[in-house]
Nanobody
Framework: QLQASGGGLVQPGGSLRLSCAAS????????MGWYRQASGKQRELVAT???????MSADSVEGRFTISRDNAKNTVYLQMNSLKPEDTAVYYC??????????????WGQGTQVTVSS
């Protein structure tokens, strides 16, 4: 239902853009977001965005990462600039999807690895 892409290996100071597309039976999509989980650590919130475009991000990525979405494509993006080694993690997308007017579910993407290393 959610397919993430765009991860990879990048040097410190570099940039990457993650994408996550929702597919299947969708009535509407409410909030979408990105989370990450570094090795040995708990999953943490990176950034979220409402259907109306209101965004928020964690203090650790504020000013470096930008979340956006294309509602026509059911896709959320995460532009990551000035990457640091501590940004290394598996990044997961999340979406609150309404499958019909009466049913909504929380979906997770499969995760995409981001490695920041020289």
């Amino acid at each position: 239902q959610l397919q993430a892409s765009g991860g990879g290996l990048v040097q410190p100071g570099g940039s990457l853009r993650l994408s996550c597309a929702a597919s299947g039976r969708i009535f509407s999509i409410n909030g979408m977001g990105w989370y990450r989980q570094a090795s040995g650590k708990q999953r943490e919130l990176v950034a979220t965005i409402t259907s109306g475009g209101s965004a928020m991000s964690a203090d650790s990525v504020e000013g470096r990462f930008t979340i956006s979405r294309d509602n026509a494509k059911n896709t959320v993006y995460l532009q990551m600039n000035s990457l640091k080694p501590e940004d290394t993690a598996v990044y997961y997308c999340n979406a609150d999807i309404r499958l019909n007017p009466l049913s909504r579910r929380d979906f997770w993407g499969q995760g995409t690895q981001v490695t920041v290393s020289s």
